[in-house]
DNA sequence: CTGAAAGCGCTAACAA
DNA sequence: TTGTTAGCGCTTTCAG
């Protein structure tokens, strides 16, 4: 056994130990063209033997493509993205497609760094969370020529097409679900994060419909960091101490909910007759809690699929008639920790 | 204004807009080689007056270099993963080098794929889940003369390097965490998965220790798919109907862990004193369960960033003096669901 | 059905 | 400090 060439095998080294021109061995390897059977099984045989892996930055420059979709979103360990995650990936594996994933950490800046990097490679397509971006991402962007889907929300403009819930609305409804139940004491918990915009929008929808009906947010809790469901159950305890009139809790996310959930039941606090509570999201991970808790779904995996069919038809046809706008209506889960009536 | 160019901008139109030529302006943009200052200033002005973004693919390809290192996990929605791609980004984050994921839904032949999409972008390093790959996969692995660390697992020879945990090792730990607690009729609760190697070594371990001590596995039960805590539950229920003489219930993951106990303080049983439970991961999501599981920690994010710092050394100098088999020591946490003595 | 020539956009190496 | 010349490994295009 020779000693491993440290130089990667190329075209070349095919061609030569098949005997056929590197022509027709890149239109073997890409099943391109017609090739006769015999050719085709000398090639696959001696490309097979040299363990030959194609150079694809040398494709992509010589053919001008590039089967990678850039996904841009804020985090992996919120659970929401990599659901969004499987979505695309379930759809794009019926194409040539291909994600590739770009995280931002919730900071501006570095979507920014992350765009710049991913755009580099000349993507065939970008799926990027949310609708804010700094004036530099959005330049980019817009200036990428190729198909940007922006998703989770559909509050605002897109630059290209857009998939996703309206978080006002999702805060809107909840109110209606919460008032409509006879709660009227209510209390908001969530992150602190002034850069979470759809949760800012929900909050934002939330209070108008409560506005409406002559109700304020009574009290609020904010946290960052460390574990939700531990969090959850520090804030709640927080916000009783401090407002004991609440009726009604509403979390930003299911996780801090379903601590919250969890703290009231070791106090025994009647949930929902005394106290009820909704969370964000409809997190399938915290089925088999004691209760159920009332949630809305965000419609994560749906969101996924909806944008990379967008993303593939205009891959695909850069003229296909699509809708570019895409809103996703999720429902209040009633669950069993909001007064039925 | 002039209607956006449909072809993408290369060095070359920086050049003719700044008046300086394609070799310099590629010099002012990756900040190689010495540049006079007026100069530098008209390049970089001219190329974020026209948004100029650098094309990637022919860079590598002029250089031969690239900065990507592909990281091939099972799956991104076991929190695991994430996690440990926090340790790997952490580190690489000072570094010239990228991660890019790839998920093989834990099917060999996917890992295969993917391994070999990878590998055709050239990274200049591979980072994979496992010890266990097809031979094709290894083949591809060892043949590709860039540095490869397999993580999470130490239980087998590495192909060049592997930083993790000795599943093996943990299985036996526990086991004795649990004789010593006076624990003897103990259940096992677990993935329905084959080809989970390290839930499988865990468990070998964990009954080898068993049987040293004359004890046996006195009951199994298996899931797939669904929601973990709902499917602990269940699980937890119908073992118990099945052989209620049962005192522990070992579970392969802390979220099934969960449930289990969910269960347990449901029925008012009592743990750790009836029955006591552990489950494997030390996953912080749980903080704020009525009561702490004892568990074990993966040390995922430490892989990660070993891994990660491995990578880089092995980059920078292909020759680095450095450990290649790194295996990291997790302890019982005893929690609250194993008796003290 | 197969091959030869001419780049893709950039950078290494060398010259000025 | 700046510019010129050759490719990098592949695919497009055009000939046979």
Chains 1, 2 share one sequence.
Not at 32 to 45: C, F, I, M, Q
Not at 282 to 296: C, H, S
Not at 313 to 339: F, H, S, Y
Request: some cysteine.
């Amino acid at each position: 056994m020779a000693a491993t060439p440290p130089r990667p095998l190329t075209l070349r080294d095919v061609s030569e130990a098949s005997g056929v021109s590197e022509m027709t061995v890149s239109r073997v390897l890409r099943n391109r063209g017609d090739v006769s059977e015999a050719t085709r099984a000398k090639v696959l045989e001696a490309a097979k033997s040299l363990g030959y892996v194609p150079n694809k930055i040398a494709g992509a420059l010589a053919s001008q493509r590039v089967n990678l979709v850039a996904v841009i979103i804020p985090s992996l360990r919120n659970m929401v993205f990599p659901e969004v995650m499987s979505g695309i990936s379930a759809v794009l594996e019926d194409t040539e497609l291909q994600p590739v994933v770009g995280v931002t950490d919730y900071m501006p800046e570095k979507e920014e760094r992350v765009l710049y990097e991913m755009l580099s490679w000349r993507p065939s397509s970008v799926i990027i969370a949310g609708l804010e971006h700094s004036d530099a991402s959005r330049a980019m962007l817009a200036a990428s020529g190729i198909p940007v889907v922006e998703i989770m929300d559909t509050d605002g403009t897109p630059i290209d097409a857009m998939v996703g819930i309206s978080h006002r609305r999702a805060g809107r409804e909840m109110a209606q679900a919460i008032l409509k139940a006879g709660y009227t004491n209510i209390g908001f918990l969530g992150t602190k994060m002034p850069l979470d915009h759809r949760a800012r929008k929900r909050f934002e929808g939330f209070t108008e419909t409560l506005a409406k009906a002559g109700v304020e947010v009574m009290d609020q809790e904010f946290y960052s960091g460390g574990s939700a469901l531990a969090k959850g159950r520090e804030m709640t305890q927080t916000i009783l101490e401090r407002t004991p009139e609440l009726d009604f809790l509403y979390y930003s996310n299911d996780m801090i909910g379903a601590g919250g959930l969890l703290y009231c039941l070791d106090k025994g606090i009647d949930v929902p007759g005394q106290i009820g509570l909704a969370g964000f999201n409809g997190v399938e991970l915290l089925d088999g809690l004691p209760r159920k808790l009332a949630t809305m779904d965000a419609m994560r995996t749906e969101i996924g699929r909806k944008a990379a069919e967008i993303v593939a038809a205009l891959v695909e046809d850069p003229d296909a008639e699509i809708d570019r706008i895409v809103e996703l209506t999720p429902k209040v889960a009633m669950g069993e920790t909001l007064k039925k009536r």
